[in-house]
Every structure is written in structure tokens, then in C-alpha cells.
């Protein structure tokens, strides 16, 4: 089916435009396109590309299935009928159920609902807010619950006319994320479940894979960063010379986390192989790419670590092209988000495998947790679910194979004989008399209900 897509600017093409999206039929689509320019200023362009991706089926569908009141909807008319396109849109492609509620409407998954929603709303939401900065949408927002602010009820422990202590103070109640949403389209049932990858020879297939179709030192540095470290591949771009230098162990760097805004507020740690690799980069690869030549040492804090052969720095859109390339020759499908749940199924397991009591597991968890910086302390016990049931495999396998065993002695050991001694049963015990074995048998049926 043809859509809306995007092409980033060919090299040796000056345009104000880096990014030009077009419609089905090769023209060019402005508003996607002033849309992108706008948020890869203020979030990371491999999160822009994301919501682009979900907008671009969207447009297209909207220029030719959507209707309202006997007529096609365009992206700039009023929210109304903007909400109506949504709607339709959600329940039509997306399989969601939608059920109206007091100054916003609900949206329940189905089996059939698509992995992208919650991606499809924030990204729809962000495009209006983008076109009413830029002011080329005239109304308010569509796609947000006008009713929002006053349908809050005040929470216990907030004090009127006085800012809401910190949550650190304890003496008010949390906030849910979720339910404190300002969304018109608000998803009542979703459950976020982390994917766990408990292949753990994931990331040396791919270091193989790498080798042999002879990628750049810079990508397998990267590569080595996202399965050292679990950041997510925005922080590890976002690295500059001085987060190195801000920590005083030689593994370690500062680093942005997502919702940061920008400031290092973590800091991720890598093998003693990636640092040299790392070094090595620097102090080659890189240097003849960069403006400035010149070594790791005499490189100002500002620089990003890693740049493109332009010397600009290395966008999400340039790794994840080399980095497709790379996981197709090794036969794999995979995310770059994936070696983050790779990298904390291993990290769990490795605490459960080298704890030896029940307070060091729990204390190695949350140094874990805070590792990680999750906002949701739980999201653990997902991964912790896992490991169990990991655990009962590795029984049951071990079980079979003991069981496999014993057949095949008994086997052979049967072929062996030539005649087969019958042998009475001899009870493991012996009940004084009849009644103790009906009290017995009594008592084991009652026990069974």
C-alpha cells in the first residue's frame, strides 16, 4: 500500500531541510516535515523517527479514508472533526474499543490492537502541539482533555494554594503517570511488559557477524556500549569527551537518562576491551573524520565521541542503517532497544547465580534498580519472573536427562538377564493394623480437598 515516507537530504544537496517527507504521490508534505525539524530540537531524532513513522500511515489514511460529516478530513480543521479521524483511525486500524467517558474518551486494547498505539498518541498529540508553536494550526489542541485541569481532585496531603512537596519528603501521595494524563484518548488497559532476550550468546554473535562483514570501529564500539552498558542507543550517541572525564573510575562515564532533559544524572560503565577500543577509535578512526585532528587527550569537553565520516556527530538514522546491515548477515532481526533487556535478564541472572543468601540478592537488586534509573521500581519483577521460570527449565531439563539415563541403564541391564526374578513389594511402612490405615487414608483424602 503506498504512504507517506521521508528522505533524509542527499550529500551535496543545500536545503534548509534535512529531513523532506512527501505524500503518495512524490510531493512534498510540509507539515510532517516542519514537524520533525521542530521535536528533533527538543527530544532525540531516533525518537522523532519513531513518532514520523507511526504519523506517516496516519496522513495517508487520513487523506483518503477518513470522513466527517460527509467529507474528508484535512489535518488542519477543527478538533472536532480532527478527534473524529482519530477515532476512526484507532478503531479501524489500530482494533482498538473506544468508550466515551467525562471529557475524554477511553481506549481499551484488543488482542488485535496494535503494539504502536501508546507511540501513535503521543506522537498525533505532539504534531498539534508543534503546528500551534509554529502557528500553523489555528484551534486548540485536539488531542488534548480541555477538562483535564479541573476534573484533578486534590490529592491527601497537598496543602491548598502551597506547591506539592517533593516526593522525597514522603508526606504526600505519588502521582500515577497514567492516570494524570491531559490526553483526550486515554488507554485504560495497558500493561507495559518489558521483552526479555535470554540468548546469551546474543552479543557475541553479532561482534562475530561484524567482523566478518568488516564494520567500522566506531559501530563496534557503539555496539559494544549498548550490551556493556543496558543505556538505551540515544544516551550512548549523546556521549560527549567530558562525560568521560566526569567520572573518576577509568569504566565509567556520565550520561544522560531518558525525561532528563539534557543533564547527566546516571552514569553507565563499560568493559576494560570496549575502553581500549574506545581509545583506539579516538585516537584513530575518529581523528581523521573529525575537524580537529587530534587526540583523546587534547579534545574538548564539548566533542561528541562519536561523529560520522563528515564530522558531524552520529546520528540514531546512520547507526541504525549500519547496524540493520550487520544483524541481517548474522541471520538476526533485532531492535537496538533489545540489548538493553539482554543486558538486565544477564545482570539478573548473574546476581541470582553469584548471591549466596536471600539480603545479598535483594541488595544487589536494588543497586540494579538505580543503576537502571527506573521510574517504576516493579518493572524488576518482570525479568524476575523470568529468571524462575528459567530456573525450573534448567530442573525439568536436568530431571529428563537423569530419567533418560535410568531408561537406558534398566534397558540394558534387562538385556542382560535371562530371567526375571518377580520380588514382593515391601511397603516403605507398615500400619499396625486396618484402622490406622483408613485413619491414614482418611486423613490424606481430607488433606487433598
Known sequence: MASYFHVFCPEGVNSKYRLIVFDDTKEAFIPLTEYFHDQVNRISESSVLAYLNTLEPFFYWLKHKSHYQAKKVQWDDDPEAVKEAVRQYLIDQMHCKIRGREGHEGIYLTSKSSKTVQLFLAA???????????????????????????????????????????????TEEPLSFRKQTDSYFKVINEEWVPEIIGDWDLPYRIYQAGDTKGWRLRDEVVTRFMFDTGARISEILELTVGDYRKRSDLHELAAINKGSYKRRIKFIRISPETLKLLIKYVNSERRHSANVQVKFNELPDSEPLFISTKGTPYSYSAFYSNWTKITKYAGIKLNPHKARHWFVTSMLRGIYEQSETAAQIEDKKKQLIEYMKWRDPETITIYEHYYDEQKFRDLHEKLQENYLKREKEYLKSAKTRSKVEKTPVTPSFELASSEDKQDWLNEFYEGME
Open 124 to 170: 498525533i498529540k505532539g504534531f498539534y502541539k508543534t503546528m500551534i508553536r509554529l502557528k500553523e494550526y489555528s484551534h486548540v489542541n485536539p488531542l488534548l482533555d480541555m477538562d483535564f485541569k479541573d476534573n484533578i481532585n486534590e490529592k491527601p496531603g497537598e496543602r491548598s494554594n502551597r506547591p506539592r512537596m517533593p516526593q522525597a519528603a514522603g
